[in-house]
């Protein structure tokens, strides 16, 4: 099941910093944290993934505590098309399965 | 280079009626996962097959519900007699293997609809 917790939802203003919490407290030392979009109903869509370090995409950011149980993932300039679920996960490196909790529905307001 | 496909998009199906769902990998993706979505909730994880084996099938239910990956073709995920629990979105996922650099990437669902 899901070792993840993140907010219901959350409202960022568009242009601004979207910034969403997930908190993984029992997260094991061979653990990844990923995090995946779903835009309205669509397939998820892969954002980015870490181990114990801050990561950066194209897309997104990754910040992970220095303990590992929480991470942030920060769009850095959200837009209306940012608006979707999504979704932080933990698996193992040779995990065959996500595990998809309720996620954070981010909506992007004008 | 085209993602994950799926077919039909959408399917109507009567309360006993037969289900097959399609899904073709992205070219070079020899690892298939599908996954059920509710209503209203996350995705969950059904089964997940290589080449002609299943290897982790711990979230499939145990009867109605069968998968293949043929060595020729598309990963076909069946329902037999269906009923209207079986409503949802089936998302099927590829990857070239396991593992921190094989993430899965998703094609666009096959939303099912029992009347």
């Known amino acids: 099941d899901a070792k993840t917790t993140q907010p219901t939802s959350m409202d960022c203003a568009e242009g601004r910093a979207a910034n969403l919490p997930c908190n993984h407290s029992t997260i094991s030392g061979n653990e990844y944290v990923y995090w995946y979009r779903q835009i309205h109903s669509q397939g998820p869509q892969y954002i980015i993934h870490?181990?114990?370090n801050n990561e950066t995409n194209e897309m997104a950011s990754l910040i992970i505590t220095e303990d590992r149980k929480s991470s942030t993932l920060i769009l850095p300039h959200a837009t209306l098309r940012d608006t979707a679920v999504y979704y932080c996960i933990v698996r193992m490196n040779t995990g065959n399965q996500f595990y998809f909790g309720t996620g954070t529905s981010l909506t992007v307001i004008p | 280079n085209a993602g994950v496909m799926q077919n039909p998009r959408h399917l109507v199906r009567r309360r006993g009626q037969e289900a097959r769902l399609r899904c073709s990998p992205m070219?070079?993706?020899?690892?298939v996962y599908w996954y059920r979505q509710l209503p209203e909730e996350g995705l969950k994880f059904m089964v997940y097959l290589q080449k002609e084996n299943i290897i982790d099938e711990s979230g499939m239910p145990k009867e109605r519900f069968s998968a293949e990956f043929p060595k020729e073709g598309p990963s076909i995920l069946r329902i037999q007699q269906v009923v209207r629990g079986d409503s949802a979105a089936y998302f099927c996922a590829s990857s070239t293997g396991t593992g921190n650099y094989n993430e899965q990437f998703f094609g666009p669902g096959t939303r099912l609809t029992v009347l």
């Open positions: 070219k070079g993706h020899s690892h």
């Open positions: 870490g181990l114990k």
